[in-house]
């Protein structure tokens, strides 16, 4: 719309945009997947011209249509402010690793909520509510979340932290390796 074209072409105005997204959440691969139970997804993500553009930036992560989302927002509306609701993927999988080195916005506030508060959402998991500030330019380590259960109650708040993990199949490689030369 020409009135978003105006605001994104005027850095001062630009620096008041707010981004609010719930992008979409298909990915190329799933657990289903990984253990032979489900098939890929064929071209969720690669068909997508914003996985071309910054694939060699963000990695594994481009597989995934919100990353994409975060990515594109980041690198071509600079000096804005995004939220979002995600998993915590984006800010703990060893998949997203190459995606947090490049996507350098500041998370200035987080809460969880049980993924079950959204309707058609299965499963027991966080979903995260992300405010961030793209003037500000740091890679995430950690920050302190709030949390809230169904009915909107607060919990104790959670510490959301980055950590140097191996993948669980480069655990297991490791194990069976020291098994198979100890025996």
Known sequence: PADLLQVLNDEEKRQKLIIYINPPYAEAASRGTVIGTNKNKIDVAVKMNTYSKYVDKIGIAGRELFAQFLIR???????????????????????????????????EKIFLVPAKTFDNVDGSFPISFQIWNTTQKETFTQIEADVYNKKSEPLEPKHIAVYNRKYISQWLETVSKKISTNY
């Not at 000096?79 to 500041?106: C, G, H, M, V, W």
């Open 73 to 107: 927002i980041y690198k071509e509306i600079p000096n804005s402010k995004i939220a979002n609701f995600s998993t915590l993927k984006n800010l703990q999988s060893p998949n997203f690793s190459d995606f947090r080195k490049e996507y350098r916005a500041k998370l």
